[in-house]
């Protein structure tokens, strides 16, 4: 009996589990949890449904056992009431994803992890064979959002995209162009997912964009930056095709990288343009978002569109200098001319690992970059997930939901009911398969007509006004000299030594006054904890004429 009710509580688990990890959910846009941020609740639910189910599954292993049928329970299949070894089978799914999911395995070999939580299928189709439709309808609802999204997901992942330029920079960074639609919507805190088929056609990576949404209307940057096999398989590949601008012979083919994106997924609201005073607060690539909400806020301030941070500090932490070249990307005295007049704006950057510049203050920048433009022939991504539009979303969903009540009534009308079908674990099998037809048939229908009306937008909007083409993108030669020309008056540099978040909130507070001032931190854990401890202990102790700090993190571990 215990077992049983364990198996119930796990079921109330299950209606949850897979709805944080609907990455372009309606549902999650709808609350504004953006999916990098819901991702620990599917955490926390996959620990406590699997604790749940095993549990569920011992108990009845010790029953069986006490009784002497062990074996012949496990190996059971009936046809009436719950089917043994569909549900073995499962829990053996689910052990394996659990397992591979703990932090120690997952950083030890991540492609384990990731491959063998692809078993979800296995984990979720054992699971109705062994408690039939009607229990299986308890935990349904969030399975089949999971499956909306997923679909959706597989049909904008199939379109290749163009990578209208890259380029590599010396401390091992990439900077990647990538082609959009003009009607792709996406804010300066969205990331996207990326594929490189010639690296690996199962492989996803997420980064941050890099770029504001008023830099170009129909492009999107993000860095990378080399931290692992795959980055730095990326970043070989950027140079070979660099090395090879000519092939040897005419029969040998140029070297190129095909570019799959997902996204852009993130807040839906730009919060950082919520704030008249803002800090952020960056550790090594996690400067890549802040370059972002810095264009876009210079672009807003520069076209008198509406925008409220004035006073913005950033505290960038670095190990080394090679990568201070990062901020070099973007040009802000051509973004908003005489922006320092607009906007009071202040960079405190510490070098962690060096005691002392490696080259005279000036001169530290001066790096050469390789770039390659282009890299490969698609198109732009496709708007179907992500922030996209909420009307053709809201249709694909309805008409998928319809369907399936459709079928599901269709089935039981014309099959179930006419032929007595009483099996529990094939009427399982049936609900499942009305939940993917519906998905595949009534939601592929919009899809179909969804991805006619973008081309059609595309189409004129290209007619209308001249598309962005690969070539067209430049690198400013004269870019790495940025801290020497525009970034010296404001850019502060210490080596040796971390950033003093308790003197650096201290300052803030006595120069900035009583104000809300909203804090973004993007980078490594001990980061953002660091600030969370100072910004809590700050508010808890604050003083009538000081600020109230507001802590965002945009960190994120998927």
């Not at 698609?378 to 008409?399: A, E, H, N, Q, R």
């Not at 969370?532 to 009538?544: D, M, Q, V, Y």
């Amino acid at each position: 009996m215990m077992g049983g009710h364990l198996g119930s509580m796990g079921l109330y688990c299950m209606a949850f589990l897979f709805l944080p990890v609907a990455r372009g959910s309606v549902l999650l846009r709808f609350i504004n949890i953006p999916f990098e941020h819901a991702t620990r609740y599917h955490v926390w639910l996959g620990h406590l449904t699997m604790v749940l189910f095993t549990l569920h599954g011992l108990l009845y292993i010790v029953g069986w056992a006490m009784e002497g049928n062990l074996l012949h329970k496990l190996l059971s299949w009936k046809d009436i009431g719950v089917a043994i070894l569909p549900g073995v089978i499962s829990l053996f799914a689910g052990l394996l994803m659990w397992v591979t999911s703990l932090p120690p395995v997952r950083k030890w070999n991540f492609e384990l992890f990731f491959y063998t939580h692809q078993l979800y299928v296995v984990f979720v189709l054992g699971l109705a064979l062994h408690v039939g439709d009607f229990i299986f309808s308890m935990a349904a609802g969030g399975i089949f959002l999971f499956m909306l999204d997923r679909f959706l997901r597989l049909c904008q992942s199939r379109r290749t995209v163009d990578i209208i330029s890259a380029k590599s920079l010396p401390c091992g960074t990439v900077e990647l162009v990538l082609s959009k639609p003009g009607n792709l919507r996406y804010n300066a805190l969205s990331f996207v997912f990326l594929q490189i088929r010639e690296l690996s056609w199962l492989q996803w990576h997420p980064f941050s964009v890099s770029s504001s949404p008023l830099d170009g209307k129909y492009h999107l940057s993000i860095l990378i930056k080399v931290l692992g096999e795959w980055t730095a398989r990326l970043r070989g590949s950027i140079m070979n095709i660099s090395e090879a601008e000519q092939p040897a012979s005419p029969s040998q083919p140029r070297p190129k990288i095909t570019a799959s994106v997902e996204g852009p997924y993130g807040h839906e609201a730009p919060y950082h343009l919520m704030y008249e005073n803002l800090i952020l607060v960056a550790g090594g690539i996690g400067i890549s978002p802040f370059l972002a909400i810095l264009s876009d806020i210079l672009h807003r301030v520069n076209e008198g569109r509406p925008c409220l941070p004035r006073n913005i500090l950033i505290v960038w932490a670095v190990k080394r200098s090679n990568e201070l070249p990062l901020l070099s990307t973007m040009d802000l005295e051509s973004i908003c001319p005489y922006f320092y007049d607009k906007l009071n704006l202040e960079i405190s950057i510490y070098v962690t690992r060096e005691s002392d510049p490696p080259l005279e203050e000036g001169d530290i920048h001066n790096v050469t970059v390789s770039s390659v433009c282009p890299m490969s022939k698609g198109c732009g991504m496709s708007v179907l997930v992500g922030t996209g539009d909420s009307i053709w979303s809201g249709l694909y969903v309805i008409s998928s939901t319809v369907g399936f009540v459709i079928s599901l009534g269709i089935l039981y009308i014309f099959y179930i009911n006419p032929c007595s079908i009483s099996t529990w674990w094939y009427k399982g099998l049936l609900f499942f398969g009305c939940m993917l037809a519906s998905v595949v048939i009534f939601g592929g229908l919009v899809v179909g007509l969804w991805h006619l009306w973008e081309k059609k937008i595309s189409a004129r909007e290209e007619y209308e006004e001249n598309r962005l083409k690969p070539g067209m993108v430049q690198h400013n030669e004269d870019a790495v000299n940025l801290f020497q020309k525009n970034h010296t008056s404001i850019t502060t540099i210490q080596y040796g030594s971390r950033p003093d978040f308790k003197e650096i909130f201290g300052s803030i507070s006595e120069n900035w006054g009583y104000a809300d001032v909203g804090v973004i931190v993007c980078g490594p854990p001990t980061l953002e904890t660091s600030v969370a401890r100072e910004i809590r202990s700050r508010n808890l102790k604050r003083e009538s004429h000081h600020p109230v700090f507001h802590f965002h993190s945009h960190t994120f571990d998927l």
